[in-house]
């Protein structure tokens, strides 16, 4: 069987290799091959084929982890991007050049925490698209994800390996104090402790080893050593201030006020412990009331507030204070209490003697009445408002009542008049004192006839139309006033004027109504009208002519004969119903 020339070629170059020398080889081997190899494994150039690739030039997986042990336990091990690997080829290609790049990652896609176990997170993130920052060597499984691996240890060891105890990428390590978590040290921070900055208890970088058994490894004790050495007992962290003594057991428990008082006010002596005089308030406080108020200050005052106090005017003073009296300052009736709030309280003085209960002791520069009426101001007035307005007067209560009451009382009390003593005669209630006749003396000077102070702008709401000479029935009771009533300029009784006009005023029918029948009928409308409704009515009758209607003609209506005509009429010419057509058939029948 003759074989193929490229057989016959690959026979001779197998005779070849098993005879020739080792340096021999070496150049066959580089004769053979595809290309240069990367500089990874440029050592691996010549007669060194036979470590990566099997017979038949396949290149296997088992003979690349034979060198490459880390890819091979991550494999192992199932982790990272190499964990469902079986080939390296696939991704791994040789032969493309010294400078050829067998590591294919895209940076932009490649998931840190998952493929490399990771987190690249906080102050980290920026370094995901730099990977020699971390990945100084040839291989990225050399790196280790120990904080020293990267940073300088500032605190030597002291605080062992575990940096992220105090530390986290969400912060520069330099700003650890604002994130640390004091709570999972053996100290917590409370209270006044939290606004405390790290160097004021770590001195010099310390961290381990700082005192904190007692207070006083960081605080001076003030009290000389006269108390426990437990400060807790009495004080928290909250304040350094004394909290927590139960001065509630003792015998002067702390109210109101005094809960915020300095324990130095009141213990002075260099003994905490030392009696303190409570048993009545000047043991501590001034009486700035001098000698005008003296006894026991709980009278007014409670521990809520010292400076109001419960005073009771109307029971104490006998002069209860009411309307606008309540918002008073006490100065403005005890002139001899300081008003300067520029004066330590227990330097001001509060004298609350000397004050007279009479409207004069206060008012008498504001008498509008000049003392006419008297001292009694309460006769009129009262302290809701010093106006008189809920002042009623005894004579005629319901003349000053409605629209009288809002009246300012110089309305009627004008100062030619009114400013007389109480005993005087009062101005006239008439009408025309005040009021000017609208009527112009068309009218009586009786007003409450018709008007009445109770109505709204003194409507004429007691008029009655029924007691006039045109009692208004029907129709009449609807029609608005001004029909028959128009507003005129006049000369009227009183004055020549514009009022409305009520005299004269004709009672008849045509003194409003114009006159539709043209003269033919008399000025007596009402034979035929009625109030009710203008139309003749339906029991209407002609006068004389009862014979004519009976039979044929009463079935007749009044306008089979009475027809509209325009012609003259006894009034003038015009158009209207005929009334005058006599009892002739022709008269409505020109047939005969």
């Known amino acids: 069987m003759c074989r193929s020339s490229a057989e016959r070629l690959a026979l001779c170059l197998l005779l070849l290799l ?52 880390p890819v091979a336990e ?30 294919h990652l895209d940076t932009a896609r ?48 002291a605080l062992g390996a575990t940096c992220t105890a105090c530390h986290s990428t969400a912060a520069a390590f330099r700003d650890a104090r604002t994130h640390f978590d004091h709570a999972t040290a053996r100290f917590p921070l409370t209270g006044a402790h939290q606004r405390t ?55 002067f428990p702390l109210k109101g006020a005094h809960v915020q008082v300095a324990c130095a006010k009141c213990h002075t002596g260099t003994a905490m412990t030392a009696p303190v005089h409570y048993g009545s308030c000047a043991a501590c406080h001034v009486n700035v009331h001098r000698e ?33 009296h309540t918002a008073l300052a006490c100065v403005k009736c005890h002139t001899k209490v300081s008003a300067d709030n520029t004066v330590p309280l227990a330097r001001r003085t509060a004298d609350f003697s000397g004050a007279r209960t009479e409207c004069a002791s206060c008012h008498a520069d504001v008498d509008p009445h000049k003392g006419a009426f008297g001292r009694a101001c309460d006769a ?62 068309q009218l009586s000077q009786t007003c409450e006839t018709c008007h009445r102070v109770d109505a709204g702008k003194f409507a004429a709401a007691a008029f009655s139309h029924a007691r ?24 009227f009784p009183s004055r020549t004027g514009t009022a409305v006009r009520y005299r004269p005023t004709e009672a008849t029918c045509v003194t409003c109504h114009t006159d539709p029948h043209l003269g033919q009928v008399d000025q007596r409308c009402e034979t035929c009208h009625t109030a009710t409704s203008f139309k003749v009515g339906a029991a209407y009758r002609h006068t004389d002519l009862d014979d004519f209607f009976q039979g044929f003609h009463g079935r007749y209506t009044c306008r089979d004969c009475h027809k509209p005509e325009r012609r003259r009429y006894p009034a003038g010419d015009g158009l209207a119903v005929r009334f005058n057509v006599g009892r002739a058939c022709a008269s409505c029948h020109p047939q005969f």
């Open 292 to 324: 005008s108020i003296t006894g026991d200050c709980a009278t007014c005052h409670t521990e809520t507030s010292f400076r109001n106090g419960t005073f009771d005017h109307a029971q104490q003073a006998r002069f209860p204070l009411e309307g606008k």
């Open 18 to 69: 098993c005879g020739a020398s080792a340096a021999a080889a070496g150049q066959l081997g580089a004769l053979l091959s595809p290309g240069p190899l990367s500089k990874a494994h440029r050592s691996l150039e010549g007669a060194k084929c036979a470590q990566c690739h099997e017979a038949g030039r396949k290149v296997s997986a088992t003979r690349c982890l034979t060198c490459h042990t």
């Open 110 to 157: 490649f998931n840190h925490a998952t493929e490399a176990g990771y987190a690249l997170d906080g102050t980290h993130a920026r370094l995901a698209r730099q990977c020699a920052s971390c990945h100084t060597g040839r291989s990225y499984l050399d790196a280790r994800p120990a904080c020293a691996t990267c940073h300088a240890d500032p605190h030597k060891g």
């Open 468 to 491: 006039t000479q045109l009692p208004l029935t029907g129709r009449h009771e609807v029609t608005a006033c001004e029909k028959c009533h128009p507003r005129e300029t006049r000369a």
């Open 380 to 441: 009129c007035h009262r302290t809701a408002t010093f106006a008189a307005k809920d002042f009623r007067h005894p004579q005629a209560p319901d003349f000053f009542a409605g629209e009288h009451r809002a009246v300012t009382c110089e309305k009627c009390h004008v100062p030619d008049r009114a400013l007389q003593p109480a005993r005087a005669a009062l101005p006239s209630f008439a009408c025309g004192t005040c009021h000017t006749d609208p009527h112009l003396g």
């Open 74 to 103: 991550r494999i192992a091990a199932r982790k990272g991007v190499h964990r469902q690997v079986t080939e390296c080829v696939s991704c791994h290609v040789e032969h493309a050049g010294v400078d050829g790049d067998l590591r």
């Open 197 to 251: 900055t790290c160097e004021q208890c770590h001195k010099g970088g310390v961290f381990r080893g700082v005192a904190f058994a007692s207070c006083t490894a960081c605080h001076t004790e003030p009290h000389e050593g006269r108390f426990s050495a437990t400060c807790t007992s009495c004080h928290t962290t909250a304040t350094w201030r004394t909290h927590t003594v139960q001065h509630a057991k003792t015998a």
